[in-house]
């Protein structure tokens, strides 16, 4: 029978030394599972952390081993390369930071034997990720075991799967339920026993076999339905081999007996029901902690989503805990999930995505939750695709077809790819990331976007599969884009939601993101080393105001709540004041007195307050009440404004001759101009390292057109571009000679 033995503690860890250890180390620092060396210099700004080789090691005693006739080393996830060895025997390479591994250790185990890990989150032009906009944390991140088996067991050599699928198929009331297992080592007087569990413990089918009927067909009738948050009912599989009466390996799973369709028309479909998708994308990391989370983390994250009413979950960029997985199964998230084939096709990582795909297959197949297999994400970023990429996707939507025919294929795209390019259509269902009205244009540009696919390629599932905007502690009372204020971000979400919801056909929407995360590139906003378009802050403490607004719409729990209660010291003399509920009516009183009584279909109501000397808020919507508080103060409070860390200039820095081009002139104005569509073009292509100006791109033009040119810049500066303030000023002293047109 097998038995599990954690090996989360004390480990020796270094990040110092330059080779495998021939004993175990004495200097070296102790570490418990999991383990993240990035937790501060990852999340700092700069991109300037730590990549590369670092060191885990510890001893093996047999004689403290679960009883066993083959052990195998088991490892949750390792970013993101790793080598495992045995008394300085190495024997096993694994590429892929997200996935489970195993190693057998049998025939190379001593009495007592050093083991050493050696992972490496260097940069390379093999496994992927190697671009993209968050940090690639380096360690043992995840848990460690050693798994003791009989000779016969349930296999545990491929693509770290459990040796065990379970596929159903509903049939009017009825489900029929194919068990299939991989076995090693199995012997011709073995049985197999196959049982179903239903939720509550009590076995609902059941068969005895010869060890040779490795897949069967067992009946549930009058099936219960996973049915998403409303009821996310799970069965339970168990296969047992046996030798005789006696147990010699067993392996279980949940599962969910459903059905789905994408409709290009009516979006999702569970059940047989409109089942529509809205919810958000997550990332697998905290504050102080980098990706090395515990089970109380992934349920506060889980607890959070919900409690936000989503539906769907995006798993954002790569396989992520078992244990996030199961919760999602548990509390009825539909799920997309993806491997991190991100933001720059690399020619010789091909066979990086087809491994790393398989791996998410096949330990992710059982999980009800799970409906579209992530392809990609913004992997045109830099240009349009070309033959080989086209090529790695081909091959990547055939695999996932052939390994798991009960599901579909998505990609997310960025949002400069053509909706004509083929490889838009390669999968079964499309995505695309757009941020207008945060990264270039303007709010309303983002219903009538997709409207105009729709209309074009109505046949092709279409949905959102990022969009969102940066919002830290900073307020005003006149929000703007680029910001960074909570405020701008409330207004941002409610014109998104607005657009999106009211759409049907969108298959799915993901807010980018459920909450802020590392991102060691950006230097921005303030706070160097995040992401800050979570709806929640990183470090899980503070909900903003537009995760409020989400909460209106999204959720069935009453509430109401009063925006800017972080926004206290405030210098007109009336100053608007928002109010989130997903009740029916609203009223607001100052200091006491009633302003009056609201009702909004749209669940966002608006307020003008006036401002005089301290004013308590309340706003009661039914028996639900919530509190804020007012100050009038006559200058602006300086701690609200955005402070730039290393900022090189701003607007007023500037010089702007009446009638000339500056830096402070939008993007499409001075592509307007042929003087200026060239100069900016070279610029451009210089600061870009020779790619393809936004002049070449119309797609890019689209996105980034409403951008001032420094602020454009700005945003380059978050990908690790070097412009220092001395080239800026060039930049506008030479934009000054170019005459704006009459």
């Given amino acids: ?110 009495d007592k034997s050093l083991l050493v890990i050696a992972v490496d989150n260097g940069e390379n032009d093999v496994v992927y990720p190697q671009m993209a906009d968050f ?60 049982r179903i569990f239903d939720q509550e413990g009590n076995v609902t089918a ?120 199961d919760l999602c199964d548990e509390r009825g998230m539909v799920v997309w999930a993806e491997i991190p084939y991100i933001s720059n096709h690399m020619p010789k990582g091909r066979e990086n995505t087809i491994s790393q795909m398989r791996e998410l297959v096949t330990q992710n197949y059982n999980h009800p939750s799970i409906v579209v297999w992530g392809l990609s994400n913004e992997i045109t970023m830099k240009g349009a695709s070309d033959e080989d990429l086209r090529e790695n996707h081909e091959i990547l939507n055939n695999l996932v077809h052939e390994m798991d025919p009960t599901r579909l294929t998505t990609m997310a795209c960025v949002s400069m790819c053509s909706i004509d390019d083929p490889y838009v259509q390669i999968p079964d269902t499309v995505s695309y990331n757009h941020y207008f009205g945060w990264y270039g244009g303007n709010t309303s540009m983002n219903g009538p976007w997709f409207d105009n696919f729709h209309e ?18 900073w307020h005003t009372s006149d929000p703007q884009q680029g910001d960074y204020t909570e405020e701008y971000q409330a207004y941002y979400h409610e014109e998104l939601i607005k657009q999106f919801f009211t759409r049907k056909y969108l298959w799915a929407t993901h807010v980018w993101n459920m ?64 109010v989130y509920s997903n009740q029916p009516e609203v009223e607001l009183f100052v200091n006491g007195e009633s302003l009056g009584k609201q009702n909004c279909p749209e669940h966002f109501f608006y307020f003008e307050v006036p401002n005089k000397g301290e004013s308590v808020l309340k706003a009661v919507a039914g028996e ?41 002139d939008k993007l499409e104005d001075i592509m307007a101009s042929e003087e200026g569509k060239q100069f900016f073009v070279q610029v451009f292509q210089k600061m870009a390292g020779g790619k393809a100006g936004a002049g070449e791109n119309p797609g890019m033009m689209q996105m980034l057109g409403s951008f001032t040119v420094l602020r454009l810049v700005g945003l380059m500066g978050t990908t690790g571009a070097k412009i220092t303030k001395e080239q800026l000023l060039e930049i506008n002293a030479q934009l000054n000679q170019i005459k704006k047109p009459e």
């Fill in 515 to 578: 909450f802020d995360f590392g991102a060691d590139g950006r230097n921005e906003g303030g706070e160097n080393g995040q992401n800050h378009k979570g709806l929640v802050t990183f470090d899980r403490k503070y909900k903003k105001d537009a995760f409020y607004a989400y909460k209106a719409w999204l959720s069935d729990e009453p509430f109401v709540h009063i925006c800017g209660k972080r926004y206290v010291d405030r210098v007109e003399d009336v100053t608007k004041v928002t």
């Fill in 135 to 194: 940090t690639f944390y380096g360690g043992l991140y995840r848990d460690v075991n050693i798994l003791a088996v009989d000779d016969s067991h349930f296999d545990l050599d491929y693509f770290g799967g459990t040796g065990l699928m379970v596929t159903s198929e509903i049939a009017g009331e009825d489900a029929k339920v194919e068990v299939q297992v991989f076995l090693t080592n199995s012997k011709e007087d073995q049985k197999l026993q196959y």
């Fill in 1 to 110: 029978m097998r038995q599990i033995m954690n090996f989360n503690t004390k480990w020796a860890f270094s990040k110092e030394a330059s080779s495998i250890p021939e004993s175990m180390p004495e200097r070296w620092y102790w570490v418990n599972l999991p383990h993240c060396w990035n937790d501060i210099d990852g999340q700092d700004g700069g991109n300037d952390y730590f990549r590369g080789t670092a060191y885990y090691a510890k001893e093996i005693e047999k004689a403290e081993l679960p009883e066993g006739k083959q052990y195998y080393l088991e490892i949750r996830g390792a970013n993101s390369s790793a080598d495992v060895y045995l008394d300085g025997k190495k024997l096993d390479h694994h590429d892929g930071g997200y996935s489970t591994w195993r190693v057998n250790l049998t025939e190379e185990l001593k």
């Fill in 206 to 325: 059941e068969t005895t076999v010869p060890v040779s009927e490795t897949k069967v067909t067992l009946d549930i009738p009058g099936v219960h339905h996973w049915n998403g948050r409303k009821d996310p009912y799970l069965y339970r599989a168990e296969v047992t081999l046996l030798t005789g009466e006696e147990v010699t390996d067993q392996v279980s799973t949940r599962f969910g007996c459903r059905t789905y369709e994408i409709d290009p028309e009516r979006g999702f479909i569970l059940n047989g029901e409109e089942y529509p998708l809205r919810g958000v994308s997550r990332h697998q990391d905290r504050w102080g902690l980098g990706n090395a989370l515990l089970p109380e983390h992934h349920t506060e994250d889980m607890d959070l989503i919900c409690e936000v009413g989503a539906t769907t979950i995006r798993l954002a960029h790569y396989q992520h805990d078992q244990f996030f997985y």
């Fill in 456 to 473: 074009k390629y109505p046949n092709i599932p279409i949905g959102c599969s990022e969009y969102g905007c940066e919002a830290l502690n």
């Fill in 624 to 664: 639900l009440t919530d509190e804020s508080f007012l100050r009038k103060v006559e200058t602006f409070n300086d701690a609200y404004r955005l402070k730039e860390k290393g900022a090189i200039l701003n607007w007023f820095d500037i010089e702007t001759p009446e009638g000339y081009y500056s830096l402070n």
